[in-house]
């Protein structure tokens, strides 16, 4: 999933601009390509993603990375949020789970699953420009997840049957999901 986010929206990058990373997102806004845009971190409780306290169009890039899962109320409510705070022509990028255990800690439970398709439906129904939706996962990745390498970098070696095994995807086993989309 990073690898497919990774620099996406380099070209967007600048100084003046400011991003929201909601929830300990700081990392996606980076793997995006965002180096220079100035980061508000936010976490839940104090940021809520279905009542984001901040104004309308304040910023230009909102990310969420594993966030929208958690999300108490209703989900589309939160994808608003996101939009409502983001100005014309900026984005929005929300990472989520899809096959994964049930989840959660102090104060955050889990509640939902999103397919590439309702994540596209989600922002269609906003008209929002869909720059990269999809989902990555394969039947074969659990065991070495179970292992307790779920965090370990992957080689960048394709000999290497962790790189082979990274880079399967099927449709039907993802384990993560995504969409990057620009507001109009």
Avoid at 68 to 92: D, M, T
Avoid at 117 to 143: C, D, R, T
Avoid at 165 to 176: D, G, K, P
Wanted: glycine fraction near 6%.
């Amino acid at each position: 999933m990073y690898k497919r986010l990774e620099n996406l929206l380099t070209n967007e990058d600048d100084k003046t601009k400011k991003t929201l990373a909601v929830s300990g997102s700081a990392n996606l806004a980076r793997i995006l390509g965002l180096k220079q845009a100035e980061v508000y971190n936010s976490s839940y409780p104090d940021c809520n993603l279905s009542n984001l306290n901040y104004e309308d169009n304040f910023f230009d890039f909102c990310v969420s990375d594993q966030v929208l899962e958690h999300v108490a109320e209703n989900p589309y409510k939160a994808f608003e949020e996101s939009i409502r705070v983001v100005k014309q022509g900026g984005y929005i990028c929300h990472t989520t789970c899809f096959i994964n255990p049930i989840h959660g800690g102090k104060n955050l439970d889990d509640y939902w699953r999103f397919t590439p398709k309702a994540l596209a439906l989600m922002s269609k129904s906003y008209n929002l420009k869909i720059v990269e939706v999809n989902g990555w996962g394969n039947q074969e990745v659990w065991p070495y997840i179970h292992m307790g390498f779920r965090g370990h970098k992957i080689p960048e070696d394709p000999d290497n049957p962790i790189y082979q095994l990274a880079m399967r995807n099927e449709h039907s086993w993802y384990i993560v999901t995504w969409i990057l989309a620009q507001v109009q």
